[in-house]
């Protein structure tokens, strides 16, 4: 098959789009996925592509007949295209087409990470993969975090997105789910060492920006406030880092 060179190719356009705005993955319910590792991780979680392009001599071969295995519909595309599409300065010459994940909520969660207002691609994304690393059941955003399928966000996670539901929810819902929870909210001001916390019970653990903090509601939904303790002259960690001491803590005390 000869590669797709033109960029108003509807297929083109639409990874272009699914990359770029978020309005756009919602409206269509689909995502973009680009690079060899996030492609492959999805693939093997048991999540099939609606297509792929690739480059033909850049692509991953083993993956491309992986997929075409499976009979999905693999694409070949131009230099010039895969460059128009990508969002890295080297791109691995594979972007993939998804439906947008739709996971199941547990019923009767035992360890939940609340994020609030984390509008950082990078952190967001990083504190994802912690939160599968460490355990994590299900991961809420609450009003005002970035898109979790921004290209960075997925980009950081590493493929968390598909190993730990990841749910955006206002208030009211986050509320409702977390209710036979303890509440945790991570706060520099806060009146308790978070290694002195119990964490044998089911909890949830509210964590916001390093710039912002967080908010009222995630306050009032709080019942203990627990902070980290840091070298003098240090303001705060970043929600990334945050994430990383409390929920490997938390593990720590499971073992």
Same mark, same amino acid.
């Given at each position: 098959?000869?590669?797709?060179? +033109?960029?108003?190719?509807?297929?083109?356009?639409?990874?272009?789009?699914?990359?770029?705005? #978020?309005? /756009?993955?919602?409206?269509?319910?689909?995502?973009?996925?680009?690079?060899?590792? /996030?492609?492959?991780?999805?693939?093997?979680?048991?999540?099939?592509?609606?297509?792929?392009?690739?480059?033909?001599?850049?692509?991953?071969?083993?993956?491309?007949?992986?997929?075409?295995?499976?009979?999905?519909?693999?694409?070949?595309? +131009?230099?010039?295209?895969?460059?128009?599409?990508?969002?890295?300065?080297?791109?691995?010459?594979?972007?993939?087409?998804?439906?947008?994940?739709?996971? #199941?909520?547990?019923?009767?969660?035992?360890?939940?990470?609340?994020?609030?207002?984390?509008?950082?691609?990078?952190?967001?994304?990083?504190?994802?993969?912690?939160?599968?690393?460490?355990?994590?059941?299900?991961?809420?955003?609450?009003?005002?975090?970035?898109?979790?399928?921004?290209?960075?966000?997925?980009?950081?996670?590493?493929?968390?997105?598909?190993?730990?539901?990841?749910?955006?929810?206002?208030?009211?819902?986050?509320?409702?789910?977390?209710?036979? /929870?303890?509440?945790?909210?991570?706060?520099?001001?806060?009146?308790?060492?978070?290694?002195?916390?119990?964490? +044998?019970?089911?909890?949830?653990?509210?964590?916001?920006?390093?710039?912002?903090?967080?908010?009222?509601?995630?306050?009032?939904?709080?019942?203990?406030?627990?902070?980290? #303790?840091?070298?003098?002259?240090?303001?705060?960690?970043?929600?990334?880092?945050?994430?990383?001491?409390?929920?490997?803590?938390?593990?720590?005390?499971?073992?």
């Amino acid at each position: 098959m000869d590669p797709i060179t +033109s960029l108003q190719n509807e297929r083109v356009k639409l990874a272009k789009g699914l990359l770029l705005r #978020p309005r /756009l993955r919602r409206k269509e319910r689909k995502i973009a996925l680009e690079g060899t590792r /996030l492609v492959r991780d999805a693939v093997e979680r048991g999540h099939k592509p609606l297509f792929v392009l690739y480059e033909m001599d850049k692509a991953d071969a083993a993956l491309v007949a992986q997929l075409e295995q499976h009979n999905i519909q693999t694409l070949p595309v +131009s230099e010039a295209v895969m460059q128009h599409i990508s969002e890295t300065q080297q791109p691995q010459g594979i972007v993939a087409v998804f439906p947008m994940p739709l996971p #199941p909520l547990p019923r009767h969660p035992r360890r939940v990470l609340i994020l609030d207002s984390v509008g950082d691609p990078g952190n967001l994304g990083t504190a994802l993969r912690t939160a599968a690393a460490a355990g994590v059941e299900v991961v809420l955003l609450a009003p005002g975090c970035v898109d979790p399928y921004n290209a960075k966000v997925l980009r950081s996670g590493m493929g968390a997105h598909f190993r730990v539901p990841v749910i955006e929810a206002g208030w009211t819902e986050i509320g409702a789910y977390c209710e036979r /929870l303890t509440v945790y909210l991570a706060a520099g001001d806060g009146d308790m060492r978070y290694d002195l916390a119990d964490w +044998s019970a089911p909890w949830a653990i509210i964590i916001g920006s390093e710039a912002h903090g967080t908010g009222p509601q995630a306050a009032a939904l709080a019942q203990h406030r627990v902070y980290i #303790p840091m070298a003098a002259n240090t303001e705060s960690l970043n929600a990334a880092a945050a994430a990383a001491v409390l929920l490997f803590e938390t593990a720590r005390s499971r073992l």
